[in-house]
């Protein structure tokens, strides 16, 4: 009973709801496609009427006719000028000749001859017709003329000038279903426009908050229930950005935290005699500070906290790779002049960076490669080396971990690089997958979207 309640209150006609416009859209089409049947029907003239067979001419022909047979020959005449009225003429022709007619290859009346038999009731009855097109052009005599044979062998010529029906069955319902098509794919098109706008403005902001979570919160607009939906997303992009803020507060307490014992830690170790003993303390230390530092760095990016905006990715490339031959580093480079990307710029080229230097740092002949396409962007790091084995190459994006080869702390980091680098990767929308090359080495590739 409470939707009857409802209904009778008239709330789901005041309410903005995809329903609503459900229903507003079904009676928008029906009522445009009764207003253009009515358009065609006042516009389109005879061309509008019912169709020959619907338009009652052929039972009043048949009438005229069977009467005129029952008559006798000298008062058909009378009959068929009585009959006749703005319709058609009617004239009884002792012979066929008399109708001075075109001659055309085929007279018979195939569309309406079957039901002229049957009112007729003589299955054997001849009937004929002709359209203007059948006479000589130009001839004044052109009209459409029915010929229907009596049973002494005399006909009845029924004639008029100009068309008074309407189109047959077919190319009639084809124009009504085409009104009706017409009519319920423009009101669908303006219905379905103002539903997918607001979808559309709502996946755009849901994007934008996926490559910047400072993004501002996305307008409530369109039916209610999609605008039920921005608001319980705007709701949880606020509880995630209060979120990632106390993590960033905590995370900053844990550096000082930290940082103070391992200080303690070094300065007591300057009053330990063995000198051995000291140098493997000041080791543990100065590997468990720069741990810490790595993962406080991950955790804390300053770069997560970059707006997202338009630059030149080509352009960033090239900065980074002259900055590694500043440092006596050679890295080849094959990019297109311009390919403007939107993005965190820190961000992206921070993790550039990390993927070049494992490529100098664990092989040779580094290189990287850009190209685009209509869904984003390709960034290819390559070098010569050992590469990683298969079943090697999905572990290494986890935090801290490191392959047996890079374990000396001198010639390996502390395992966050590729952890650091997929992470921005991802904010961004993005993937990045690592593979062997068959002539040896690794393929780093990094696919960004365009926003």
């Not at 040779?364 to 685009?372: D, F, G, H, S």
């Not at 000396?408 to 650091?420: E, I, M, P, R």
């Amino acid at each position: 009973m409470r939707w009857l309640a409802r209904l009778k209150g008239g709330v789901w006609l005041t309410r903005d709801t995809v329903a609503r416009w459900i229903a507003l859209t079904t009676l928008a089409s029906m009522l445009t496609a009764l207003l253009l049947s009515a358009l065609f029907s006042l516009l389109a003239g005879v061309w509008a009427r019912p169709p020959l067979l619907e338009a009652g001419l052929m039972e009043r022909m048949a009438s005229i006719a069977r009467i005129a047979d029952a008559l006798p020959p000298e008062q058909r005449q009378k009959a068929a000028d009585a009959a006749g009225d703005e319709a058609f003429n009617a004239r009884w022709l002792r012979q066929h000749s008399d109708a001075q007619l075109p001659a055309i290859d085929d007279a018979a009346f195939r569309y309406g001859s079957d039901l002229l038999q049957q009112l007729l009731q003589r299955p054997q009855a001849r009937i004929e017709a002709y359209e203007p097109k059948d006479w000589p052009s130009p001839r004044d005599e052109s009209r459409y003329v029915l010929m229907i044979e009596l049973s002494d062998d005399s006909w009845m010529e029924f004639s008029t000038p100009s068309r008074v029906w309407g189109l047959e069955r077919v190319p009639r319902s084809l124009v009504y279903l085409v009104l009706m098509m017409t009519s319920t794919l423009i009101v669908a098109l303006v219905a379905a426009r103002y539903l997918a706008a607001p979808l559309e403005r709502f996946a755009q902001g849901a994007r934008r908050f996926g490559v910047d979570f400072r993004a501002p919160p996305i307008t409530p607009e369109g039916p209610q229930e999609i605008r039920q939906v921005i608001v319980a997303f705007n709701a949880m992009q606020s509880r995630l950005r209060h979120f990632l803020d106390d993590r960033t507060q905590m995370l900053a307490a844990i550096s000082h935290d930290l940082r103070a014992p391992l200080t303690r830690m070094r300065l007591r170790g300057e009053f330990i005699e063995d000198a051995e003993q000291q140098a493997k303390l000041f080791s543990d230390v100065d590997e468990m500070q720069a741990m810490v530092n790595s993962a406080l760095d991950f955790f804390r990016d300053e770069a997560r906290l970059e707006t997202a905006t338009a630059f030149d990715l080509s352009e960033l490339l090239h900065t980074i790779i002259d900055d590694f031959k500043d440092a006596g580093v050679e890295v080849a480079i094959q990019v297109p002049r311009r390919q403007v990307y939107v993005g965190r710029p820190i961000a992206i080229k921070r993790m550039l960076v990390n993927l070049l230097e494992n490529a100098v740092r664990y092989g040779r002949e580094p290189q990287v490669m850009l190209q685009a396409d209509d869904e984003g962007v390709e960034i290819r790091v390559l070098n010569r080396g050992p590469g990683i084995p298969v079943e090697q190459q999905e572990a290494v994006f986890a935090p801290f971990y490191r392959l047996e080869a890079s374990r000396n702390k001198h010639t390996g980091g502390v395992g966050l690089g590729l952890s650091a680098a997929r992470a921005m990767v991802l904010e961004h929308g993005g993937c990045l997958s690592l593979g062997n090359r068959a002539e040896g080495g690794l393929e780093v590739r990094v696919t960004l979207p365009f926003a």
